[in-house]
Nanobody, 115 residues
Framework: QVQLVESGGGLVQPGGSLRLSCAVSGSIFSIDVMGWYRQTPGKARELVARIMPGGSVNYADSVKGRFTISRDNAKKMVYLQMNSLKPEDTATYYC?????????WGQGTQVTVSS
């Protein structure tokens, strides 16, 4: 059974940076789609970034040029480098694995951008 554990969230000032990590327990395959989503209270969970099996990536328009997603299948890790953070980036960030029709979520890590 695959489990995901996020880390790296915290409080950061506007303009600052954070790096989120997602550790995958169990098997991770090159065919898996890995992604980061975020959610704020009262709003639907939204896609932040996604990395496809072939390495191509998708980003939400709001984070393009500021966030970078990467994966290391050998280490079973997925990362989200977040630069030039804005208050509107404040949210709970979730790691996600898609394998066929199966979706696996982590427990989330809080990111707060505030002065």
């Amino acid at each position: 059974q695959v489990q995901l554990v996020e880390s790296g969230g915290g409080l950061v000032q506007p303009g600052g940076s954070l790096r989120l990590s997602c550790a995958v327990s169990g098997s991770i395959f090159s065919i898996d789609v890995m992604g980061w989503y975020r959610q704020t209270p009262g709003k639907a969970r939204e896609l932040v970034a996604r990395i496809m099996p072939g390495g191509s990536v998708n980003y939400a328009d709001s984070v393009k040029g500021r966030f970078t997603i990467s994966r290391d299948n050998a280490k079973k890790m997925v990362y989200l480098q977040m630069n030039s953070l804005k208050p509107e980036d404040t949210a709970t960030y979730y790691c996600n694995l898609q394998r066929g029709g199966t979706f696996v979520w982590g427990q989330g890590t809080q990111v707060t951008v505030s002065s």
